[in-house]
């Protein structure tokens, strides 16, 4: 008799595309893995609403939702709409409390509204301006895994995840977090995996650790 097949629905970090997961491979026989893609917000919509409507793409009973960087705040909301079988949140945040303070304070002066959103649409003009082979990398990867470049999408990521209230984490979330994160710094994260040297990028160069130890993290119980 075969075994029933675990969904796992994967969500990428902020503006960030499905391609961030091409590395991870769980067996077939037991895992079959979905990708889920940002969407542009509607008018005025906050992440409570926002977070209702991706759970529409779910289509399978007790999912596993796994969630990157803001993503993994995104699929901590989802959770509060259907009943996941497990939640796993990658370099990201379980509460406010995790959330560094330079960004708690973004919320409160605004700060935040001021960043150049704009450019993020304007990679390929600065790629031709790049110089050192640092920056060059950096805008290719930018330009590989971003596909997000609508600013409307961007000033509301940006605002919903420096205002993220929860206060306490939810019960039963696994978080695996890189000692070297430099978004969201360790020192800030409780109970958590820890991946040595495992940066906020950790799931594209980190996908062998992900590829051995995910399939037990997600069938234990």
Known sequence: MSQELIHVYLMPGMAASPLIFEYI??????????YLEWEIPLTNESLVS????????????????????????????????????????????????EIPIHMQLAKTTGVYKLLPTHLASKIDVLEKYAFGKGFTKRLKLYKKYLSVSDYTYLDWAIKEMVSWSQEKPLKNIIHIHGNNDAVFPIKNVNHCITIQNGTHIMIINKYRWFNTHLPNIILKD
Do not use: N
Request: glycine content about 6%.
């Open 25 to 34: 491979d769980l067996p077939q026989d037991t895992f079959k893995l979905h």
């Open 50 to 97: 926002y977070a209702s409507r991706m759970t529409k793409k779910i289509v399978h009973k007790q999912p596993v939702l796994i969630g990157v960087s803001f993503g993994g705040v995104l699929v901590q909301e989802m959770s509060k709409h259907i009943k996941a079988k497990k939640v796993i949140i990658i370099s990201s945040v379980k509460c406010r409390q």
